[in-house]
């Protein structure tokens, strides 16, 4: 929220990661929990998406994203071989409320999902929120029921806007 190359008069916000990409996201056990994103950048597999029916669907942080497992032992992937049913993740490390809501609007409500599990937890509420709040852009999402960025249709750009930015933040970092 408080990155400097957003500027939500003319920029895109978000929510997902770079799509079609290797991702290294955290190692807790002996292995890191590495993925292929999919065409949203999100822990899915990428033909998820290609459902006509949508059975469940996920929002929320980092365990809704599969902190730390692999991407066959995320909350999705469990869910889906025990239902037998489809299933997609959007969940993503360090998203709150106000986010996941976004997210909910943007990438869940084009497909209808017949079951929405949205998780969160107590520091989504306490520490998350009071930063979401202060965005403009993302209280729309609250303000006006038929806001949206239309991101499924946007993630070239995306993709373009996170590269650039990781890029510059690299930069930054070596001084």
Do not use: H
């Not at 079951?115 to 509420?125: F, R, S």
Request: proline fraction near 3%; charged fraction near 25%.
């Amino acid at each position: 929220i408080k990155k400097k190359w957003i500027n939500e008069e003319i920029d895109v916000f978000p929510l997902g990661g770079v799509s079609n990409t290797i991702t290294v996201f955290c190692k807790e056990g002996e292995e890191f929990s590495i993925y292929k994103s999919d065409r949203y950048g999100f822990n899915n597999l990428d033909k998820v998406w290609n459902n006509k029916k949508v059975s469940w669907f996920l929002v929320g942080d980092s365990f809704t994203q599969g902190s730390c497992v692999q991407q066959n032992e995320n909350f999705a992937s469990q869910i889906g071989s025990l239902t037998n049913q489809s299933t997609i993740s959007v969940g993503m490390s360090g998203n709150g409320p106000l986010i996941e809501l976004a997210t909910l609007k943007e990438y869940a409500e084009p497909l209808k999902p017949k079951i929405v599990l949205w998780m969160y937890y107590e520091n989504d509420i306490t520490l998350n929120l009071k930063t979401e709040i202060t965005s403009s852009l993302l209280r729309k999402y609250l303000d006006e029921d038929d806001f949206s960025q239309n991101l499924m249709s946007r993630q070239p750009e995306i993709d373009q806007t996170l590269v650039q930015y990781t890029e510059e933040a690299y930069i930054d970092l070596l001084g």
